[in-house]
């Protein structure tokens, strides 16, 4: 039986026995277990009922938020690890309904399964050292014909206008290292605008919608806008968004959800505690996101609105196409249920994971899994031999999304990490060495089940600019993403005959709004324009 079957069956209990008269009251065992029914024919009952009868007499009226307690109590240590409980009754009132919050939404009991996963995936990774890694097959944009990149975009353009396609975001993750303590997507990285990452990407949305929306002399256009995010960055995400008039789109069309989080654990797998009231807990990673887009109610609002696609990218990438129509129209002819970007990987040392067939199952090799000797190997035309640099910007059908999140293996990484915790007196301390394991999923994880993964090369000067180091570092920094995006607003009004005065160094910013993809400047041919600027 499942905990929440539990807790109603307690809560079912507890209200008869409100409603009853405490001379007719039954029982608390024949309140928790069926007509019929002995405590040893379904141990779950049993454990609840026990749980119930060691903090309550046999005549005693349980009080709904205590049975609760007890139910969780009682999961708990089905599981085995009803230690978290050792505190918990010198807790004060507002602290023990924190920690039952808490507890209640953890799958304590799917822990052990979870563990043996992320051992398992431990051994297979050992077992495909010697693997053999080779190439998928790619598309480079760049050397496409412009009959075929304009047919990609026609077929994308079009399904979107049918609203088949959706758009998701990865926004979990803080701005800790920029030296922030908001979420990632709020983050201003220097623009003369001043716009957050949220806000470019917003208008991009709001901007496709337009242009696709004349083009097919539709009223409106919707693209719905999926944002998932952590428990750190949920409520300030939502409140930044509503602070900003959901950058001019519809409410309705924004769907904010949390990817889920996962207890930190022992090697030898008891869950650890960050205080007396809390578990210590961490996000189970991108891969995360099948499971919560089934949990959340995500893939049915996708099935309500008749999404085919989805169009998932980075919230810390200023350069991402979001809605990307060439890319989604190359991904519907293909008939792919798993498209990536890549970027080529040119220096041998850069620390980015590659799309690779491993033993003949697509898939994704962390640059720590490929030996230095294949990592230096070359092609014939001299380019590295595996060289697609994936930037976690993905097009996956719904159809995909729906296995992933029900049908497919999931799998769990081992990260080995120093976890404060505390002691068995309840006091916190920080470890010397690591302590513990957090469990992760990552987003190409159950690649390997589709029988394809098609691969889009992309221009990286055109579309990625990492954003992950403090300011001032010189790569993968808010300096260099502005650059990136200057850079590239300037190649437009080149390419449209703008003449560009001022300091070359001073940067270039073109609204979204003015144009999603350098569509729509033909007025700046020939026109002066002074750096630094914002056209808007």
Same mark, same amino acid.
């Given at each position: ?7 109603? &069956? ?13 001379? /007719?009251?039954?029982? &608390? ?8 029914? !002995? ?38 240590? /089905? ?11 010198g807790l004060s009132d507002e602290k023990k309904k924190i920690f039952i919050n808490q507890v209640s ?22 077992? $495909? ?24 975009? !026609? ?22 290292? &920029? ?16 716009? $957050? ?35 750190? +960055?949920?409520?300030? +995400? ?16 924004? #769907? ?20 007396? !009231? ?47 129509? +060439? ?14 970007? !890549? ?17 003949? *199952? ?21 380019? #590295? ?32 990490? /120093?976890?404060? +915790? ?11 060495k690591e302590n513990g394991w957090k469990l992760e999923q990552f987003i190409f994880d159950p690649f ?19 954003? *992950? ?31 560009? /005065? ?35």
């Open positions: 039986m499942s905990s929440s079957g539990l807790k109603g &069956l307690v809560r079912s209990a507890s209200q008869q026995a409100r409603d009853t008269p405490p001379a /007719k009251q039954p029982s &608390l065992l024949s309140q928790v277990l069926r007509p019929g029914e !002995s405590m040893e024919e379904t141990a779950e009952r049993k454990t609840v009922a026990s749980a119930i009868t060691r903090t309550y007499s046999s005549d005693q009226h349980i009080n709904p938020e205590d049975a609760h307690i007890a139910t969780q109590q009682a999961k708990w240590e /089905k599981a085995g690890q009803g230690h978290v409980f050792k505190f918990f009754n939404d953890i799958e304590v009991e799917n822990l052990a399964e979870f563990r043996q996963h992320a051992l398992d995936t431990e051994a297979d990774m050992k077992d $495909s050292v010697n693997a053999e890694l080779l190439a998928l097959p790619s598309v480079s944009l760049a050397d496409s014909s412009e009959e075929e990149r304009n047919r990609w975009s !026609s077929l994308g353009r079009k399904l979107i206008s049918e609203g088949k396609v959706g758009v998701l975001v990865l926004a979990g993750g803080q701005g800790s290292r &920029l030296g922030s303590t908001d979420p990632k997507g709020m983050y201003d990285i220097g623009l003369p605008s001043h716009k $957050s990452l949220f806000q470019v990407q917003g208008e991009k949305i709001r901007k496709l919608q337009l242009l696709i929306g004349k083009e097919f002399n539709k009223e409106s256009v919707v693209i719905p806008w999926y944002v998932m995010t952590s428990p750190a +960055t949920h409520e300030p +995400t939502v409140n930044f968004f509503q602070k900003h008039d959901n950058f001019g789109l519809n409410k309705d069309n924004i #769907l904010f959800f949390q990817q889920g989080v996962l207890p930190a654990m022992t090697p030898e797998g008891q869950v650890l505690m960050e205080s007396k !009231s809390r578990v210590f807990v961490a996000p189970d990673g991108n891969g995360g996101l099948y499971r919560a887009l089934k949990s959340k109610g995500i893939l049915d609002d996708m099935h309500k609105r008749g999404v085919e696609y989805v169009a998932q990218y980075c919230v810390d990438n200023i350069l991402s196409k979001v809605g990307d129509p +060439t890319f989604i129209g190359f991904t519907a002819e293909r008939q792919a249920h798993v498209a990536c970007k !890549s970027v080529k990987k040119v220096d041998p040392d850069e620390k980015v994971g590659l799309l690779v067939s491993r033993n003949g *199952k697509p898939g994704v090799a962390e640059y720590s899994e490929i030996s230095s000797e294949l990592t230096k190997k070359k092609d014939s035309n001299g380019d #590295l031999f595996l060289r697609a640099g994936h930037i976690c910007i993905n097009c996956f059908s719904v159809d995909f999304l729906n296995k992933a999140a029900s049908e497919y293996k999931t799998k769990f990484h081992i990260a080995r990490k /120093k976890i404060p +915790t505390i002691d068995e007196n309840g006091k916190k301390f920080t470890p010397p390997e089940y589709v029988k394809e993964v098609v691969v889009f090369e992309v221009p990286r000067e055109q579309e990625f600019s990492a954003l *992950k180091n403090p300011p001032g570092t010189k790569t993968d920094s808010p300096d260099s993403s502005r650059q990136d995006l200057s850079n590239l607003h300037k190649g437009w009004l080149n390419k449209r005959g703008a003449v560009i /005065k001022g300091d070359a160094t001073a940067l270039c910013e073109i609204s979204p709004l003015y144009s999603y993809d350098g569509e729509g400047l033909e007025a700046v041919k020939e026109k002066e324009y002074d750096l630094p600027l914002y056209l808007q």
